[in-house]
């Protein structure tokens, strides 16, 4: 069993800052793939970005250039630092870590962006 816990959503205004955090823990194995998907209410959840085990970097192209992905492979944790938010960036976010049991989702945060 994999738990992954997510800190760092909020409520910021249009052009600010936030740093999303996840924390992996319990049976987690070696962890491939860690990332960050959003879904919005009514709609599917959506690849935000994803970081893989040697450092490759995949990010949804309404992020590029502005939210950026990294990792601790000895914490067993994954960052998110989005720049200059947008209106349209609010959503709940949610941690992903894949290992070879499959995919681990963590409770979500919820980020909001005023305009």
């Known amino acids: 069993q994999v738990q992954l816990v997510e800190s760092g959503g909020g409520l910021v205004q249009a052009g600010g800052s936030l740093r999303l955090s996840c924390v992996a823990s319990?049976?987690?194995?070696?962890?491939?793939?860690m990332g960050w998907y959003r879904q919005a209410p009514g709609k599917q959840r959506e690849l935000v970005a994803v970081?893989?085990?040697?450092?490759?970097?995949t990010y949804a192209d309404s992020v590029k250039g502005r939210f950026t992905i990294s990792r601790d492979n000895a914490k067993s944790a994954a960052y998110l630092q989005m720049n200059s938010l947008k209106p349209e960036d609010t959503n709940v976010y949610y941690c992903?870590?894949?290992?070879?049991?499959?995919?681990?989702w963590g409770q979500g945060t919820q980020v909001t962006v005023s305009s």
């Open positions: 970081i893989r085990t040697g450092g490759l970097t």
């Open positions: 992903n870590a894949r290992n070879v049991f499959g995919d681990h």
């Open positions: 319990g049976s987690i194995f070696p962890i491939n793939d």
